[in-house]
């Protein structure tokens, strides 16, 4: 049997089919459009056009996903969907246009899920950088035991503050570490001892970028390992690049080039203040968190 699985985020709209082997995801085919849906939040509420995009990539993906030869399709949503004052709204127009019913999930059942798609039996943590959010998580044996989900994302500090130089950078990294030790005391505690995961755009833009190659590839990618020293690395260089040279920067797509800088400075926070040293770096996530759960849940 094959699921699916589409992902409303802040900044992309994704999609994840796949079956499953009684104990592991098999079959996976993922696709991705970008739609930036945080960006058209404007005093709390989703513009039209903002909207519209993404529910059309909702209804491409759908398709695709059908295609696929998946049997039943889920739709879940994230940060900006959360924020929305007319979130509701939205996520009738998202059913209307594939099927499917949305569920608008929690900051802290995003974390979770993160946790249940990208980690074993080891105690780990997982961090999920997304356009709107990020979501720390922690746990062992395969379940995870604490979840928490900030207001701190790629496209939500980008919105802040442009990272267009150095100075820009360690702003938003300060930001970031300031949320943090309000927001989440003691986890620095729980970091120690454990395996930590990254995933997300930032993360996987980082692995690509650090292999040298146009997308991190499962083949090469899945799992590799980045030392904060690396990613504040990529960061300040990022920062202080022309835009026009960040677009042509080999494994960052364009797209993402105004806003990387500021999803690898809330990395670099979360990294440093948890005392975190070597990052793994994973494409797995959310969606496959979920679809892990829906097929356990089926029996």
Known sequence: MRLACIAVGSNAIRMLSAEWDGQAL???????????????????????????????AVAELAGLARQSGAQEIFLFATSAARDAKNGGDFAA?????????????????????SYLGACGCEPSGVIDIGGGSTELTIGKDG?????????MGAVRYSRL???????????????????????????EKEASGRI??????????????????????????????????????????LAVMPMEERRHTTGLMPHRADIIPAGIAILDAV???????????????????YLKKKFRQMG
Do not use: H
Not at 93 to 113: F, K, Q, T
């Open 26 to 56: 098999c079959g996976v085919i993922r696709e991705r459009r970008g739609t930036r849906l945080f960006a058209g939040l404007k005093d709390g509420v989703l513009t039209d056009e903002s909207m519209q995009s993404s529910v059309d």
């Open 93 to 113: 127009r998202c059913e209307a246009a594939c099927g499917a019913v949305p569920e608008i999930i929690s900051g802290e059942e995003e974390a979770r899920l």
């Open 143 to 151: 379940i995870p035991e604490r979840a928490i989900s900030l207001q």
């Open 161 to 187: 503050e442009a990272v267009t130089d150095e100075a820009g950078y360690e702003r938003t990294r300060e930001r970031a570490m300031a949320l943090l030790l309000e927001k989440a005391p003691g986890w």
């Open 196 to 237: 930590w995961t990254g995933v997300g755009g930032t993360m996987t833009t980082l692995g690509a970028m650090q292999r040298g190659i146009p997308l991190f590839d499962s083949d090469t990618c899945e799992g590799m390992g980045m030392t904060r020293r690396e990613v504040a690395s990529w960061g300040r260089r």
């Open 271 to 289: 990294m440093t203040t948890l005392s975190i040293s070597v990052l793994r770096l994973s494409a797995q996530g959310n969606m496959d968190g």
